[in-house]
């Protein structure tokens, strides 16, 4: 699809720092990582939470709710995957820009999507959270079956069994949910976003 040479980007009279200023923290995105069955959702909304008990303006991005109405016309093949990662870059960088703190639960499996979402943030606005979970213990876990059916060849390009899945190399923060409780992990977050400042302006 060709991008329409009839469209200019609307400057808002509100700055991205008035923003920021007025909710105390910098606005940026928290982007969790990991297979199916790892806890990103989970983990997600107890940070959220948290950060939401500290006063901050925040909001979780996930997966499955996204694909209810934003991506619903996305499947889940490799081109659907990086249209669906796209399509939430963009929405976190309006979050961002709106000062809020967005939390991201997407199993992401191309480190290509993930750092282009990267890229497209200003520096230091984008945190990559990977929950270092095994593969046998999210399909021991498997809340919602998928891995069964991906056994049985009933779901295709099922990641981690029939699709791959690019464990990041650098992530800002490593998890790991078969060790760590929920509480634990988002613990581990939130100590590393007050040592780098960005609960503060």
């Known amino acids: 699809m060709n991008k329409s040479e ?3 980007w609307h400057k808002s009279a509100v700055k991205q720092t008035d923003r920021e200023n007025r909710n105390g923290h910098k606005g940026f995105v ?3 990582t990991g297979l199916s069955g790892a806890g990103k959702s989970t983990l997600a909304v107890e940070v959220e939470k948290q950060l939401f008990k500290l006063g901050c303006s925040t909001y979780t991005l996930d997966g499955d709710n996204i694909r209810h109405g934003l991506n619903k016309n996305l499947d889940f093949s490799s081109k ?3 249209e669906n990662i796209r399509r939430i870059g963009e929405v976190a960088k309006l ?3 709106a000062g809020v703190i967005v939390c991201t639960a997407f199993i992401s499996p191309y480190k290509k999507d ?3 979402v990267r890229q ?3 520096k230091n606005r984008f945190i990559e959270v990977f929950i270092n979970c095994p593969l046998k213990e999210c399909e021991k876990r498997d809340p919602k079956g998928l891995y069964k059916k991906a ?3 009933e779901i295709t390009d099922f990641t981690g069994i029939s699709a791959p899945y690019e464990q990041p190399e650098n992530a800002e923060i490593t998890v790991d949910s078969s060790v760590e409780t929920v509480k634990e992990s988002a613990g581990k977050i939130l100590k590393y976003l007050n040592k780098h400042g960005y609960l503060s302006v």
């Open 6 to 8: 009839n469209i200019v």
């Open 30 to 32: 928290i982007w969790f």
């Open 80 to 82: 659907g995957r990086i």
């Open 95 to 97: 979050f961002t820009d």
């Open 114 to 116: 993930r750092n282009s």
């Open 120 to 122: 497209l943030l200003d």
């Open 151 to 153: 056994r049985k060849g």
